[in-house]
């Protein structure tokens, strides 16, 4: 179906639309009012809330949608899985569980470039049960420059891979089974010298421990002490690790912007409806022109971030790279997401500071958009790289 309307201009094509409706009902109708009751920095529905919900979004074909239709996933394109991300951040513990996980939970996109013995035993199952799975590739010594920064050690003895050192700021390790880990393989102190591995909780010689940050869902520290990993769950070539954690980290640039428009929106939508309501000066505050040209503002910058995301994901869908467009796309959107939900905030008054009102945490949530996958340093670097290349 053609993207492009009688007028010739580019505008989302008819099933995105639709597909963007649905997510937007189920999120208003079926998720919100499921978190609603929950302390206002919960990150997960009691079970009995979770499964239905989760067997629904597994009707409208919201299931895991990063990940391939021929293991199980929805197998959306990246435009698709940027609208899906979207509506689904639109809920408190949005922007890190999406949907509340009635969506379920991908796993990381390079588990697919595995051998099929590889994805049969730790993809599928994970999607088949929506459980949650890491990626291990910062580490204290830099997360901005992991390919040199790389530390952790993996020597080979026999059939299996002794790994030694510790990651940190790792994303979900408690909710999981297993998860991806980068870790250096041979003399190379550079780029070339980094090895993916799969490694299981389980395995001797894993721990981990939680790091307390700004908001409840926290990362971990894994350690790893003289951890057996057998050979075959190398992923992928040996030495092509830094290779894998690029790509991974390319697309999820998308996911990320598209997240980040998702919390902006979100809390402009509950304060244009507080400023109708909450009256000063004999009127309401959405009434005062000041008030309306903060929010134009707002608005309108959204809106040219959200273009950006969509952008880049259509190019990406067109086979382009995307590596100049993905980074602008992940800065503006995080910046966005920064300057609205701290509008947000100041538009509510007192309350915005309190935990009364979600816009505290989108206002807190924001902020990681420009240091995780990539600080908004980092995407800078990406776009003068590009932009003096192609001068
Ligand atoms: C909540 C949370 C969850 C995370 N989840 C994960 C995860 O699941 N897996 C994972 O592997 N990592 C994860 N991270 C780590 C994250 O990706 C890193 O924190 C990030 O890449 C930055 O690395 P750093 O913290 O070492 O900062 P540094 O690399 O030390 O950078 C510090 C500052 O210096 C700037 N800087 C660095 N180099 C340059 C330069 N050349 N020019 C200009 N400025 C520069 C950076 O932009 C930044 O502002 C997570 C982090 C957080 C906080």
Same mark, same amino acid.
């Given at each position: ?54 067997? &629904? ?24 899985? +940027? ?24 796993? *990381? ?5 595995? #051998? ?86 389980? $395995? ?5 421990? *939680?790091? *307390? ?5 926290? *990362? ?43 919390? +902006? ?7 244009? +409806?507080?400023?109708?309501? #909450?009256?000063? $000066? ?40 995307? +590596? ?35 816009? &505290? ?31």
């Amino acid at each position: 179906m053609s993207a492009h309307n009688s007028d010739g201009a580019w505008e989302l094509p008819h099933e995105f639309r639709q597909m963007q409706t649905t997510a937007r009902r189920f999120m208003r109708e079926r998720i919100v009012p499921a978190e609603a009751p929950l302390p206002h920095d919960a990150y997960a529905l009691p079970d009995d809330v979770l499964k239905p919900l989760q067997e &629904e979004a597994r009707r409208l074909g919201f299931w895991n949608v990063e990940s391939p239709a021929e293991w199980g996933g929805a197998g959306l394109n990246l435009l698709g899985q +940027a609208i899906v991300a979207e509506e689904s951040s639109q809920c408190k513990m949005g922007l890190y569980i999406a949907a509340c996980h009635a969506f379920g939970w991908d796993p *990381p996109n390079a588990i697919f470039l595995g #051998r099929k013995d590889q994805i049969e035993k730790y993809a599928v199952p994970a999607l088949n049960a929506g459980s949650k799975t890491f990626v291990a590739i910062s580490e204290a010594s830099g997360g901005s420059d992991p390919g040199r920064a790389i530390k952790t050690r993996a020597e080979k003895k026999g059939d299996r891979y002794i790994l030694n050192g510790t990651k940190i700021w790792i994303s979900g390790v408690g909710q999981s089974d297993w998860g991806l880990v980068f870790a250096r393989t041979g003399p190379s102190k550079g780029r070339d010298g980094v090895t993916s591995f799969i490694v299981e909780k389980k $395995f001797k010689g894993f721990s981990y421990k *939680p790091i *307390p940050v700004i908001r409840s869902y926290f *990362p971990y520290e894994i350690n790893f002490e003289d951890c057996e990993v057998p050979e075959e769950n190398v992923l992928g070539p040996v030495g092509q690790g830094y290779k894998i954690a690029i790509e991974t980290l390319n697309e999820g640039r998308i996911g990320i912007g598209a997240q980040m428009i998702g919390v +902006a929106q979100g809390a402009l939508s509950a304060t244009i +409806a507080y400023l109708s309501e #909450r009256k000063q $000066f004999g009127k309401s505050l959405s009434e005062f022109q000041g008030i309306q040209f903060q929010v134009a503002q707002a608005a309108t910058e959204l809106e040219a971030a959200r273009l950006m995301v969509y952008n880049a994901s259509r190019l990406k869908d067109a086979g382009r790279d995307i +590596a100049r467009e993905g980074a602008m796309a992940k800065l503006l959107s995080s910046q966005v997401c920064e300057r609205v939900t701290s509008l947000c905030v100041e538009l509510f008054g007192g309350y915005g500071y309190t935990k009364d009102y979600p816009v &505290e945490k989108y206002y807190r949530d924001a902020k990681i958009g420009a240091i995780y996958e990539g600080t908004s340093n980092m995407q800078l670097q990406t776009i003068a790289k590009a932009i003096l290349r192609d001068s």
